[in-house]
């Protein structure tokens, strides 16, 4: 098992930036990919953003110019820089980490999630 819990949501205003940290424990040898998903009210969960293991990096094309992903993978940390934020990535903001005896049997585990409100 993978416990994640997230840190850093919160209200910002419009161009604003915000940070996020993820801090994973238990069985954190068996991560693989790590990243960020969010969910506005009424709609479906979307990928942030990806960091695998070895640092390759894979990011939303709606938010790929304004979010940076970081991994630590001896704290096993997953950081999100966002930066020019604006209204609509007003949304909660989740953890993932695929975990597993392999990269082609992984299993997913999800943080409690994080508010981010963008607003004046």
């Known amino acids: 098992q993978v416990h994640l819990v997230e840190s850093g949501g919160g209200l910002v205003p419009p161009g604003g930036s915000l940070d996020l940290s993820c801090q994973a424990s238990?069985?954190?040898?068996?991560?693989?990919?790590m990243g960020w998903f969010r969910q506005a009210p009424g709609k479906p969960r979307e990928k942030v953003a990806t960091?695998?293991?070895?640092?390759?990096?894979d990011y939303a094309k709606s938010m790929k110019d304004r979010v940076t992903i970081s991994r630590d993978n001896t704290k096993m940390t997953v950081s999100l820089r966002m930066s020019n934020l604006k209204p609509e990535d007003t949304a909660v903001y989740y953890c993932?980490?695929?975990?597993?005896?392999?990269?082609?049997?992984?299993?997913?585990?999800w943080g409690q999630g994080t508010q981010v409100t963008v607003s004046s």
């Open positions: 960091i695998s293991g070895g640092g390759r990096k």
């Open positions: 238990g069985n954190t040898f068996s991560i693989y990919d």
């Open positions: 993932n980490a695929q975990y597993g005896p392999s990269p082609i049997a992984t299993k997913d585990s």
